[in-house]
């Protein structure tokens, strides 16, 4: 499958922004896909995951400020960010399985940028 991400942009700390994953094909019965990031320096770590029953997984310093959540009719994945921290200025990449495994496939990122 292939993914394309959208609604990254610069944005001030305290603000909020929606991310949208698109899918190539539909993901109704994609069990599992998520959110990860990786900043400037840093290894990529997991944001949050979402099973194709809606059963949401947090980071857990994330909770109660991200909420992901899934269209399957619409093939699209949201990550809603709110009060958003300049911690959490990073590239936002979409993952879903691929031969089994997870992540295994990649978007290609989309930038978040929070500034102070």
């Known amino acids: ?3 394309v991400e959208s609604g ?3 944005v001030q700390a305290g603000g909020s922004l929606r991310l949208s994953c698109t899918a190539s094909e ?3 019965n994609i069990n599992r896909m998520g959110w990860f990031r990786q900043a400037p320096g840093k290894a990529r770590e997991l944001v949050a995951e979402i099973s194709s029953g809606g059963s ?3 980071r857990e310093s994330l909770k109660g400020r991200f909420t992901i959540s899934r269209d399957n009719a619409k093939n699209t994945l949201y990550l809603q960010m709110n009060s958003l921290k300049p911690e959490d ?3 936002y990449y979409c ?4 031969g089994g495994y997870f992540p295994g496939s990649w978007g290609q990122g989309t930038q978040v940028t929070v500034s102070s």
């Open 89 to 91: 200025t990073a590239i």
């Open 56 to 58: 949401t997984y947090y």
């Open 95 to 98: 993952a879903a399985p691929s």
């Open 1 to 3: 499958v292939q993914l």
């Open 8 to 10: 990254g942009g610069l």
């Open 26 to 28: 539909s993901i109704f």
